[in-house]
């Protein structure tokens, strides 16, 4: 069973920094391109980054572009989401996703995502 948990969330001033990280167990990490989403209140969710198995491929939504990056550790099957000049748009519920795959690609559509971790809360104030 595939098991995905993230953490690192929590309350952060508008331009400030958090990491986020993700923790899976349940699968050949290597295989599995991973994403995160987020969620504001009231909001569908929406993509965020990906990054593929090997980690030699990386897309961003428009809205985080040069300011978070996505990054995974397969020795340690963790992948994290590095956010930087946080905005309070940012404000969401961040959730860790993964999909068992042989190829080097980064979906973006929740619809590809097969495991689902709980989400980690992220507040940006003004």
């Known amino acids: 069973q595939v098991q995905l948990v993230e953490s690192g969330g929590g309350l952060v001033q508008a331009g400030g920094s958090l990491r986020l990280s993700c923790a899976a167990s349940?699968?050949?990490?290597?295989?599995?391109?991973m994403g995160w989403f987020r969620q504001a209140p009231g909001k569908e969710r929406e993509f965020v980054a990906a990054?593929?198995?090997?980690?030699?491929?990386?897309s961003y939504a428009d809205s985080v572009k040069d300011r978070f990056t996505i990054s995974r550790d397969n020795a340690k099957n963790m992948v994290y989401l590095e956010m930087n000049s946080l905005k309070p748009e940012d404000t969401a519920v961040y959730y860790c996703?993964?999909?068992?795959?042989?190829?080097?690609?980064?979906?973006?559509?929740?619809?590809?995502?097969?495991?689902w971790g709980q989400g980690t809360q992220v507040t940006v104030s003004s």
């Open positions: 996703a993964g999909q068992r795959t042989l190829y080097e690609y980064t979906p973006s559509r929740e619809i590809e995502y097969q495991y």
């Open positions: 349940g699968t050949t990490f290597s295989l599995t391109t």
């Open positions: 990054i593929s198995g090997s980690g030699g491929t990386t």
